[in-house]
């Protein structure tokens, strides 16, 4: 990325300070309800932020940052629903495009343990396999919500008759803090996306599940796994970790763009710190060539996957070793934010900065104390005549 490109990027935490106007847009140029394109646009002082959500083949999210407020989103939608969807996504005018990345959700894993040494696994859930809801139904244009949600289109297993995967959008304008668990901090360059996988029957006993992700980003950024652990649990409880995996520039290691969540997923459609199920993430691996299954990827980025852009996975994991979470309760759910620029950390809760101050403050006072007292002793009169009775 040139340097006045990148510039312009690290300027949108400026220009996100007094919020941003957010519209949501559903197949934007076209009349039809068969496939799924969510056109979210926060627009700021001086730039704009484009999120592409799609379910034409693997649920994904192209990110597109702009210097213009006014820059537009264009769809060929003969091309794009063609079998070679090259060139029909872009975004007017070119030039104002300042940076571009894509999440894909490709597969989820299940399985389980025949023995203490071995794993068994079931067939991969394809992602691009699933037939998808129409999102049109589920966009709350007040609270900037959508929910895109799915069954696979071939269930020889019966597991999803009475289930369901998920992936809910929510848009931001501003800054702030879900009130929700897990509580993730987010600024008005950011999304939030949460996974849900709700009612679907485990084909094991004590079945766990991984999701795998894939990250698109152009020629020469790099993407790395960043672990932050603070003693601090006040807004997510029992939880000191987060993670994220960062797009960063190749000239100076900047962060271009994220994808954050905290080690943890929720057995529960309202959840409580009880409610907690163990979040691992595997090792950041390059896909190489590999061609992301995403009409909307390829629409944009073309199909040069390893020259003109490269593609990373990753997988994340729910569940102990014993996998008893997922089949109690049949609910799984895990949220992340993604979004452009530095991944929100969070700062010190006033809790414990109270603890932490008492717990510092508490002997230097005793020591001033003492102190003082042994001053006052020493300053006290002496009189060499006995007191009358």
């Known amino acids: 990325m040139a340097a006045p490109a990148l510039g312009a990027l690290l300027l949108l935490g400026a220009a996100a300070v007094g919020g941003r106007e957010v519209s949501m847009q559903y197949n934007p140029g076209w009349n039809g309800s068969s496939v799924n394109v969510l056109h979210v646009r926060a627009v700021g002082r001086s730039d704009a932020l484009h999120y592409v959500w799609s379910t034409i083949g693997a649920p994904s999210v192209l990110l597109v940052a702009t210097r213009s407020p006014d820059s537009a989103l264009s769809i060929d939608w003969g091309r794009l629903l063609s079998p070679a969807p090259t060139g029909a996504v872009w975004i007017d005018p070119p030039g104002s495009v300042v940076y571009a990345a894509a999440v894909v959700f490709t597969k989820l894993f299940e399985y389980s343990n025949a023995n203490a040494s071995e794993e068994v696994f079931y067939p991969t859930y394809d992602l691009s396999d699933f037939s998808w809801d129409s999102i049109n139904r589920t966009m709350n244009h007040t609270a900037l919500t959508a929910e895109l949600r799915g069954v696979p289109t071939s269930d020889s297993s019966g597991s999803f008759s009475n289930g369901s995967l998920a992936f809910r959008v929510t848009a931001y304008e501003s800054g702030g803090r879900d009130g929700a668990l897990p509580g993730l901090l987010h600024t008005a360059n950011s999304s939030k996306v949460e996974f849900v996988l709700a009612g679907a029957a485990p084909r094991g006993n004590g079945s766990r599940f991984v999701l795998e992700v894939a990250t698109v980003e152009?020629?020469?950024?790099?993407?790395?796994?960043?672990?932050?652990?603070?003693?601090?649990?006040?807004?997510?409880?029992?939880?000191?970790?987060?993670?994220?995996?960062?797009?960063?520039?190749?000239?100076?290691?900047?962060?271009?763009?994220?994808?954050?969540?905290?080690?943890?997923?929720?057995?529960?459609?309202?959840?409580?710190?009880?409610?907690?199920?163990?979040?691992r993430a595997g090792g950041l691996r390059a896909a190489g060539g590999t061609r992301p299954p995403s009409a909307i990827v390829r629409a944009y980025?073309?199909?040069?996957?390893?020259?003109?852009?490269?593609?990373?996975?990753?997988?994340?994991?729910?569940?102990?070793?014993?996998?008893?979470?997922?089949?109690?309760?049949?609910?799984?759910?895990?949220?992340?934010?993604?979004?452009?620029?530095?991944?929100?950390?969070?700062?010190?809760?006033?809790?414990?900065?109270?603890?932490?101050?008492?717990?510092l403050g508490a002997p230097l006072l005793l020591l001033l104390l003492g102190a003082a007292a042994l001053l006052c002793a020493r300053r006290r009169p002496y009189s060499e005549y006995e007191p009358i009775n």
């Open 301 to 359: 980025f073309g199909d040069g996957a390893g020259s003109a852009y490269s593609v990373s996975a990753i997988n994340v994991s729910f569940g102990g070793e014993d996998g008893g979470a997922y089949q109690e309760r049949r609910y799984l759910s895990w949220s992340a934010l993604l979004g452009f620029g530095l991944p929100p950390e969070d700062a010190f809760s006033p809790l414990i900065v109270s603890i932490v101050a008492a717990a």
């Open 218 to 279: 152009e020629r020469g950024a790099a993407s790395r796994l960043r672990s932050v652990r603070s003693i601090d649990d006040e807004y997510t409880p029992t939880i000191f970790e987060t993670l994220s995996l960062v797009a960063e520039s190749p000239n100076d290691s900047s962060p271009l763009s994220f994808l954050q969540w905290k080690a943890t997923a929720y057995g529960s459609q309202h959840p409580t710190r009880g409610d907690g199920i163990r979040c």
